[in-house]
């Protein structure tokens, strides 16, 4: 069976008890992190380091929503479930895109249900991994990839979260691999993630990518890039109108 990396994020230990209890009960096999606020939460998550976050709203210091927030800036497809003893911030929980809100106490129906939603995601995320080269190969997710820089033979894969991979190999061949996914060929030197474009700059030819860092952009090619992104600007905004209507 499938394991699940799975964070809880509680400062009430009765909750923290029960909850981990129904985690048992479903029978999945999982390496539960343990959390008693968003402080220490935030300095454990990475992306893609969890498949499922249960969140308490109301924790001391920072609270719930705005831990999830912060780690929607570099991951926004993580299974999250808040767990709260109020309505009161179910709106919150639809802008981050959470896949539940659960009123305490959890029951065992609600929790089967993310876990079965964790699983799934897990699945589709592992079937649509990359893997990078012959000697000391990487294994990444497109999604999660900013960018690439090709410097002589060699390659830098930008990952969100701030990770940098190095390997030898040619743009040419990555950028075939890449093909079905929003990845624009800007320059001889650099392959882009649309999805993380922050910004274009006509003076500096560059794009400005989100988390930091510029990829070059041809001369010739300005245009194209330029209505390349808002192409995929205008797509993503019609996609997600789609999904909340």
């Known amino acids: ?146 960018y690439v820089e090709q410097r002589e033979h060699s390659l830098a894969f930008y990952l969100a979260g701030g990770g940098i991979l190095r390997r030898k190999g040619k743009l040419n061949d990555l950028e075939l691999l890449l093909a079905k996914y929003p990845f624009f060929r800007c320059h001889k030197s650099y392959l882009v993630n649309l999805d993380f474009v922050l910004d274009i700059n006509r003076e500096q030819m560059v794009f400005q990518m989100k988390e930091g860092g510029n990829a070059y952009i041809r001369r010739e090619t300005f245009y194209r890039a330029k209505g390349a992104w808002e192409n995929w600007l205008f797509t993503s905004a019609r996609e997600k109108g789609g999904a909340n209507e």
């Open 1 to 146: 069976m499938e394991q699940l990396n799975i964070a809880v994020c509680e400062d009430v230990q009765a909750d923290l008890r029960h909850l981990c209890g129904l985690i048992t009960a479903n029978g999945v096999s999982a390496n539960v992190s343990l959390f008693e606020n968003g402080e220490d939460f935030l300095a454990a998550c990475q992306p893609d380091k969890f498949d499922l976050i249960f969140m308490d709203i109301y924790l001391d210091g920072l609270n719930g929503v705005e831990a999830v927030r912060r780690v929607r800036e570099t991951d926004r497809s993580v299974p999250v479930a808040f767990t709260t003893t109020s309505e009161d911030f179910a709106l919150d929980s639809y802008r981050l895109n959470a896949a539940k809100y659960i009123e305490k106490p959890a029951s065992q129906g609600e929790v089967d249900e993310i876990i079965a939603l964790a699983l799934h995601k897990k699945a589709e995320r592992d079937r649509g991994f990359i893997i990078w080269g012959r000697r000391d190969p990487i294994r990444f997710s497109p999604t999660r990839l900013r």
